[in-house]
Antibody
Framework: EVQLVESGGGLVQPGGSLRLSCAAS????????MHWVRQGPGKGLVWVSR????????TYADSVRGRFTISRDNAENTLYLQMNSLRAEDTAVYYC???????????WGQGILVTVSS | DIVMTQSPDSLAVSLGERATINCKSS????????????LAWYQQKPGQPPKLLIY???TRESGVPDRFSGSGSGTDFTLTVSSLQADDVAVYYC?????????FGQGTKLEIK
């Protein structure tokens, strides 16, 4: 059974940092592109970042480029999102999602809440 | 960036009736190299993550009931629920994966009349 389990969320002050993790199981993690997608409170879905199966290629939304870093450890089957210089507008539920190729998202984790507030 | 616009924002349909949700992209998401539309539909129920329903605009994901269908090409797409069931109450999103940043429509809330 495919499972994606996010962790590392919580309350952080503006300007602070947080690292999210997504533990994958039930599939060959190193074969898949992986993505982060976020959803603000009561809002829609916003794609944040993606990383190629071997980690060689990363892409970011303009709103997080230069502040967030996506990475992966294929030996540990884990996806990461390092979030620095956090702003109130980064408050959201963050989902990790498996990519079919570099395309649509065929499986999603349950999500983890990040709250940026003083 | 490709802007995805869904209509309507909300929709109330009687059980057993047809529900139609539209999605329009600001530029074509049809690839000339493989003649595929880079468009997906997702269903999100309250408190749950999104679930993939349709990809390549009209291919149903495994396990998705056949009352869900997708159609359209280029810039105009439709998700149809042929006979609404109570379990279909959710917010539905279209998404383009033609180019980054991948973008979603604003969502359509589907309810029972």
């Amino acid at each position: 059974e495919v499972q994606l389990v996010e962790s590392g969320g919580g309350l952080v002050q503006p300007g602070g940092s947080l690292r999210l993790s997504c533990a994958a199981s039930g599939f060959s993690f190193s074969d898949y592109w992986m993505h982060w997608v976020r959803q603000g409170p009561g809002k829609g879905l916003v794609w944040v970042s993606r990383i190629k199966s071997d980690g060689s290629t990363t892409t970011y939304a303009d709103s997080v480029r230069g502040r967030f870093t996506i990475s992966r450890d294929n030996a540990e089957n884990t996806l990461y999102l390092q979030m620095n210089s956090l702003r109130a507008e980064d408050t959201a539920v963050y989902y990790c999602a498996r990519g079919f190729g570099s395309h649509y998202f065929d499986f999603w984790g349950q999500g983890i809440l990040v709250t940026v507030s003083s | 960036d490709i802007v995805m616009t869904q209509s309507p924002d909300s929709l109330a349909v009687s059980l057993g009736e047809r529900a139609t949700i539209n999605c329009k992209s600001s530029q074509s998401v049809l690839s000339s190299s493989n003649n595929k539309n880079y468009l997906a539909w997702y269903q999100q129920k309250p408190g749950q993550p999104p679930k993939l329903l349709i990809y390549w605009a009209s291919t149903r994901e495994s396990g998705v009931p056949d009352r869900f269908s997708g159609s359209g090409s280029g810039t105009d797409f439709t998700l149809t629920v042929s006979s609404l069931q109570a379990d279909d109450v959710a917010v539905y999103y279209c998404q383009q994966y033609y180019s980054t940043p991948f973008t979603f429509g604003q969502g359509t809330k589907l309810e029972i009349k």
